[in-house]
């Protein structure tokens, strides 16, 4: 959470550095100024520079224009092509291209080349008087992993391994939509802050000094770096979706916006965070048949939906996954405890269930599977949960535990499907991995023992 400002820190102006006079730049460059603040814009492109230097916007957005002039009649903007000497500065700002590549990954040659003229033009001699670090902000969007991999052995290898005494390295992605772009800025729908030390320098907490958000994270580098990839991923998939409803309305001849209507009235579940923590796989007698019955509904009349027909090789692809996390921790004849069958905890329904698609898999794969969920008792499975069960678990009653006689010391792996886990007692487990969490790290695996 970011700190509360005190009043006297607010008034005090930054003079910051602005790397990369594109939209998110002059943007910014715009807002600041507006807050009092001096700015030096950096671009390699001399007509950017010219103009941002005469307090012309190069680019057209609502209220920027107006803030550029401004903070040029108040002499507090200038523009440049060279990155200035930086011992004045309270931070630099860098939000330079990084364009796709041919394989579609970020080009990082902005970044570095950007990032080396920085490291370049601080210098221990230049710091030593500084009563704190510069801090170096980076908004350009990359992968996770760049700011540790890149940035900061690119700062270590020009300012040594006491590098951090003199420069605090932040990622800070932005959250603007052109158009509204400054109301974003001054009223974002979340600040994320990435450090190393995971705490915000001062002068990255002026900056948000009279912006207004009802979130703020300070997170790891990784975390702050993935985060516009998430959100511009998902905004890309709900346009698609809709678009693919809306081909199948109009080819069945219905008013696609009485069906919108409907469906973003739905705050609980459709339109909210439910059915969004990466976790498991879905399952049950309504999401894989409905699914498919919607692939039916559009080929029939011709209609292509990419991303409707994706859903369930997706889902799949996601079992692969969640058993391939439980390979990697016990190896056959392995004894393993799977706690939760039915697709949901609570409920004795296995159509569909990926825990069931798990339990066979470790069986066939010659693992010792016990399975504890006590809804589900052989005796009362009938019906289509029968069929479904006994064709992929023929010996199922055998496996299924009571709460009584199981400990979790007697197997080598423990696998959490679902809130079923409460009920044991696995301070003795060796090995526990819950398939309900994607942790961090790479294997996303919990150990005890």
Not at 79 to 86: D, G, H, I, S, W
Not at 302 to 309: A, H, M, Q, T, V
Request: contains cysteine.
């Amino acid at each position: 959470m970011i700190d509360k400002y005190s009043a006297e820190a607010d008034k005090a102006p930054l003079n910051i550095a602005i790397l990369g006079l594109g939209y998110v730049g002059i943007t910014a460059a715009a807002c600041l100024l507006s807050q009092g603040h001096t700015v030096v814009g950096v671009d390699v492109n001399a007509g950017k520079v010219q103009q941002a230097a005469r307090g012309i916007s190069p680019i057209a957005e609502p209220g920027v224009p107006e803030m550029l002039q401004s903070g040029f009649d108040d002499d507090r903007l200038s523009a440049t092509t060279e990155v200035p000497e930086l011992s004045g500065f309270d931070c630099v700002i860098i939000c330079v291209g990084t364009p796709s590549a041919p394989d579609g990954s970020h080009n990082l040659s902005f970044i570095l080349e950007a990032a080396r003229q920085v490291a370049d033009s601080i210098s221990s001699g230049e710091q030593s008087q500084r009563t704190e670090p510069i801090s170096v902000i980076f908004r350009s969007t990359f992968r996770p992993g760049t700011m540790e991999n890149v940035v900061v052995p690119l700062f270590q290898s020009k300012l040594g391994d006491s590098y951090s005494d003199y420069v605090d390295l932040v990622y800070n992605p932005e959250f603007l939509r052109e158009g509204t772009a400054v109301s974003d800025y001054f009223n974002p729908p979340k600040i994320v802050v990435g450090s190393a030390k995971q705490s915000l320098p001062e002068a990255v907490k002026k900056l948000y000094s009279g912006v207004n958000t009802p979130h703020y994270f300070t997170t790891g580098f990784r975390e702050a770096e993935l985060t516009k990839f998430v959100d511009n991923t998902w905004h890309a998939v709900k346009v698609s979706f809709a678009n693919e409803i809306g081909r199948i309305c109009s080819a069945y001849d219905v008013d696609s916006s009485v069906v919108h209507r409907i469906f973003v009235s739905d705050s609980k579940l459709n339109i909210s965070q439910y059915y969004l923590k990466p976790g498991g796989a879905f399952g049950g007698s309504c999401l894989p048949k409905d699914v498919r019955a919607t692939q039916y509904i559009a080929s029939a009349a011709g209609i292509k939906c990419e991303l409707i027909d994706s859903v369930l090789t997706s889902n799949e692809s996601h079992k692969q996954h969640q058993l391939m996390r439980v390979r990697r921790l016990a190896s056959p004849p392995a004894r393993v405890l799977i706690v939760g069958l039915a697709f949901k905890s609570g409920t004795d329904d296995l159509r569909e269930s990926p825990n069931v698609t798990l339990a066979a898999d470790l069986v066939s794969d010659g693992y010792e599977v016990s399975i504890y969920d006590p809804i589900v008792k052989s005796a009362n499975i009938v019906g289509q949960n029968f069929g479904y069960l006994i064709d992929r678990i023929p010996n199922v009653s055998e496996k299924l535990l009571s709460g009584e006689n199981i400990d979790a010391g007697d197997y080598d792996l423990v696998v959490v499907n679902n809130s079923l886990v409460a009920d044991l007692d696995l301070a003795l487990a060796k090995k526990i991995v819950d398939l309900r969490v994607v942790t961090g790290g790479l294997s996303g695996i919990e150990s005890h023992g």
